[in-house]
């Protein structure tokens, strides 16, 4: 797949089959997070790779829009360093989150971003050292309807290009 047609077909996916990921296809995913850019290249980020259903299903009640990732097969944590510190730590966090999410999209895996509004609560379920923080959690999962993965991107359902750009000025 090539990456514009990824970021072209790419859809936010909420439910999930009850299915394992293959280790080989988180191992990727993975990978892809740790392959992104970051300010200075400083790579300010850590991950935890969550399976156990106990534990998606009390991370999904750290957020109030979260709840997908009680069925996922899989929610990556992206830790960052105090967020408020530096502008770049959540763009970078983002970055990896993308990354993350198209490489899993190529592999037929829907995925969907999570905010965490109760990153203490989040911190007592997965056990990080207090330097690290948690802003957002991804869910990955085989889409409970595969048909998400070919059905074509919306009419009108993203702003037109000359909506958005503004060339040389406002």
Same mark, same amino acid.
Request: with cysteine.
């Given at each position: 797949? &090539? #990456?514009?047609?990824?970021?072209? /077909?790419?859809?936010? #996916?909420?439910?999930f089959q009850d299915t394992p990921l293959p280790n080989d296809v988180v191992? =990727?995913?993975?990978? !892809? ?16 790779? #969550? ?6 299903? !009390? ?12 069925? !996922? ?10 967020? /408020? ?11 990896? =989150? ?6 899993a999209w190529e592999l037929g895996i829907g995925s969907c971003p999570a905010? %965490? ?18 802003? %957002?959690? &991804?869910?990955?999962?085989?889409? &409970? ?15 037109? &290009? ?7 000025k406002w």
């Open positions: 797949m &090539l #990456v514009s047609d990824a970021i072209r /077909t790419k859809r936010a #996916v909420r439910k191992r =990727a995913i993975l990978n !892809a997070g740790r392959r992104s850019q970051s300010s200075k290249n400083n790579q300010a980020w850590q991950f935890i790779a #969550v399976h156990d259903k106990a534990t998606l299903k !009390a991370l999904s009640q750290c957020g109030e829009w979260a709840g997908h990732i009680a069925g !996922a097969a899989l929610c990556v944590a992206i830790l960052t360093p105090e967020p /408020t510190e530096k502008f770049q730590t959540m763009f970078d966090a983002g970055q990896a =989150a993308a990354f993350m999410q198209l490489a905010s %965490i509004y109760e990153p203490e609560k989040a911190r007592e379920i997965l056990s990080f050292p207090p330097e690290w923080h948690l802003r %957002i959690a &991804l869910s990955f999962g085989i889409p &409970l309807d595969e048909e998400k993965l070919s059905t074509p991107p919306k009419k009108g359902g993203r702003r037109a &290009l000359e909506e958005v750009v503004h060339w040389d």
